[in-house]
Nanobody
């Protein structure tokens, strides 16, 4: 059983930056692809970024490509999402998720989810 705890959300002005963290425990971190998803009010949960279990591959939604960077630290069992040039449309609850040997964009393939962290970008 994997537990995921996100942190780092908050309120930021448009054009600013935030770094989200997701600490994992209870499993073999190197066996899990890790993903970030987000859900805005009244909208479905959407894929943001993911990183493979080896860390060698990363994937991004078109809407965040070039602005967000996903990374992972095996010593700390933590995955990060560096978010730059934030826009009001990035406002959402951001969720971290883990999937054994999967790093794609389908939320149904992720077995474990964090509780979410709120990101609010003001214009």
């Amino acid at each position: 059983q994997v537990q995921l705890v996100e942190s780092g959300g908050g309120l930021v002005q448009a054009g600013g930056s935030l770094r989200l963290s997701c600490a994992a425990s209870g499993g073999t971190f190197s066996s899990y692809g890790m993903g970030w998803f987000r859900q805005a009010p009244g909208k479905e949960r959407e894929f943001v970024a993911s990183i493979s279990w080896s860390g060698g591959s990363t994937y991004y939604a078109d809407s965040v490509k070039g602005r967000f960077t996903i990374s992972r630290d095996y010593a700390k069992n933590t995955v990060y999402l560096q978010m730059n040039v934030l826009k009001p449309e990035d406002t959402a609850v951001y969720y971290c998720a883990a999937a054994p040997y999967y790093a794609g964009s389908s939320p149904s393939r992720y077995d474990y989810w964090g509780q979410g962290t709120q990101v609010t970008v003001s214009s």
